[in-house]
């Protein structure tokens, strides 16, 4: 059996993005290389002057 699969990546922004070929099968590697290679940004601040308290940075 001969099976078409693409690609799927992360891009910058951490949006999991399949290849322009359409109509492929993503293999159970690529799936889970998405998966654990996406992410999120979250931004914090303060209102009228006040301080953020326990402010960390992850990744």
């Known amino acids: 059996m001969n ?5 799927i990546s992360v891009n910058d922004n951490g949006i999991v993005v399949a290849d322009s070929t359409k109509g492929n099968l993503a293999s159970v590697t690529d799936v889970a290389n998405a998966i654990n290679n996406s992410s999120f940004n ?3 601040g ?3 002057g ?10």
């Open 42 to 44: 979250i931004t914090t």
């Open 50 to 59: 006040g301080k953020a308290i326990n402010v960390t940075i992850e990744k």
């Open 3 to 7: 099976v078409d699969t693409g690609d």
């Open 46 to 48: 303060s209102e009228d």
